[in-house]
């Protein structure tokens, strides 16, 4: 690697991605953007998915230079993963990669071109989403005057940091890095929006968003399901810390009310499923907004219904008579 300035730094987690990492390499490596450096973070995976990577470089002798590869210690998580590839970053702007998902050849070009142009010290793209065979493509129709902190609190806006293409001094004037792994990018999103001068918007699909089942996130076995839902809440807490520092709290209260209920959204299908072991457990996350929420505007009315009639138990009963068969 030169000592010279890269105009962008991706960064990608690597962890139990033996399967799909192949395909992501190729995508990244196959730039036409050519001043780039690729960060790429070894969580301690288990799998073979390094001496894949490897074996994919070797097919881009021209971007070898260009990689760097961090080793964690031991298995740390995406959250710390994601941090130590931005500390390590060198870029003019950087965007993160997921290890199971993969880009448009020109997405990074495009993205740079639209922020010098504009001079945006971010630029926000569309994206697909993919079984890896189909691909459906997400239309956002940002309106960048329009007030994209408030959409990202009241979740019409998505947090994904991949589709964020952000300049280094933002990622260098953030007040804190999330810890946990669950809702860490609207953490880091949520500063984004707030610190950025100028937002730009490409309504052009670059990133394909791979619908990956065997996910993580995805797995639904009580330990895992409440393990997601205090991980949202710890960086969910740490949102509120920031919004309260910069006297954002009151301006966003009713948007804050959604926000803290989509810690709860983990622990929806065991509440409906066993209602009686799990009726305390999904009231007791942020227990304030039992009462605020069905009266909170804004809230599309059957979300606000179906949210009154659980704070009062009978939900479940009506879920299960809807859905028998």
């Given at each position: 690697m030169t000592n010279s300035k890269p105009k962008v730094s991706v960064i990608v987690p690597i962890y139990g991605v033996e399967a799909y990492?192949?395909?992501?390499?190729?995508?990244?490596f196959e730039q036409t953007l050519d001043d780039i450096e690729y960060i790429f973070v070894n969580d301690c995976t288990p799998d073979n998915s390094m001496t894949i990577l490897s074996e994919v470089l070797s097919r881009y002798p021209q971007r070898r230079e260009q990689v760097r590869i961090?080793?964690?210690?031991?298995?740390?998580?995406?959250?710390?993963?994601?941090?130590?590839?931005?500390?390590a970053a060198r870029g003019e702007y950087i965007i993160h990669c997921d290890s199971d998902d993969w880009v448009e050849k020109n997405m990074y070009q495009l993205l740079y071109e639209k922020a010098k142009a504009d001079n945006s010290d971010m630029v926000i793209c569309d994206w697909y989403v993919t079984d890896g065979v189909n691909h459906k493509v997400v239309t956002q129709n940002l309106d960048v005057n329009s007030d994209l902190l408030r959409g990202l609190l009241n979740q019409t806006i998505v947090g994904s940091l991949w589709n964020k293409f952000v300049a280094c001094h933002i990622y260098h004037s953030l007040d804190f890095f999330?810890?946990?792994?669950?809702?860490?990018?609207?953490?880091?999103?949520?500063?984004?929006?707030?610190?950025?001068a100028n937002i730009g918007y490409l309504?052009?699909?670059?990133?394909?968003?791979?619908?990956?089942?065997?996910?993580?996130?995805?797995?639904?076995?009580?330990?895992?399901?409440?393990?997601?839902?205090?991980?949202?809440?710890?960086?969910?807490?740490?949102?509120?810390?920031?919004?309260?520092?910069?006297?954002?709290?009151?301006?966003?209260?009713?948007?804050?009310?959604?926000?803290?209920?989509?810690?709860?959204?983990?622990?929806?299908?065991?509440?409906?499923?066993?209602?009686?072991?799990y009726y305390r457990k999904w009231l007791s996350v942020y227990p304030e907004?039992?009462?605020?929420?069905?009266?909170?505007?804004?809230?599309?009315?059957t979300y606000r219904l179906v949210f009154g009639l659980s704070v009062i138990g009978v939900y479940?009963?009506?879920?299960?008579?809807?859905?028998?068969?």
């Open positions: 990492i192949e395909r992501c390499a190729v995508s990244l961090i080793n964690q210690p031991k298995n740390l998580g995406a959250a710390k993963a994601r941090e130590d590839g931005i500390k999330p810890t946990a792994h669950m809702w860490e990018d609207v953490a880091y999103t949520v500063q984004f929006m707030h610190k950025c309504g052009s699909p670059l990133y394909y968003y791979y619908n990956n089942e065997n996910s993580i996130c995805r797995s639904k076995d009580e330990a895992s399901s409440i393990k997601r839902c205090m991980q949202a809440c710890e960086n969910i807490d740490a949102i509120l810390q920031y919004l309260k520092k910069y006297n954002l709290d009151k301006r966003y209260a009713n948007d804050i009310v959604v926000l803290k209920n989509s810690a709860r959204v983990g622990l929806w299908h065991l509440f409906l499923k066993q209602p009686k072991k907004i039992n009462l605020r929420y069905p009266l909170t505007s804004g809230i599309p009315f479940p009963l009506i879920y299960k008579i809807m859905h028998r068969r």
